[in-house]
């Protein structure tokens, strides 16, 4: 698996909330939005619009 890096913009209090979140949880901020980004739901592809059911 090869890394990739990702920018990303967010306010000061998200940020200092993300840093003591991690120092809470003993883990880096990285390993934090790995875990995050890991618990959301795999979208089934062909599936895009499920608003649109009547």
Same mark, same amino acid.
């Given at each position: 698996m090869k890394n990739k890096a $990702?920018? $990303?913009r967010i306010s @000061?209090?998200?940020l200092n909330k993300l840093r $003591?979140?991690?120092a809470w949880k003993?883990?880096?901020?990285?390993?934090i939005l790995e875990d995050f980004i890991d618990? $959301?739901?795999t979208p @089934?592809?062909?599936n895009s619009?499920?608003?649109n059911e009547r």
């Open positions: $990702l920018n $990303l @000061e209090r998200r $003591l979140y991690s003993d883990k880096t901020m990285t390993q618990s $959301l739901p @089934e592809i062909g619009s499920s608003t």
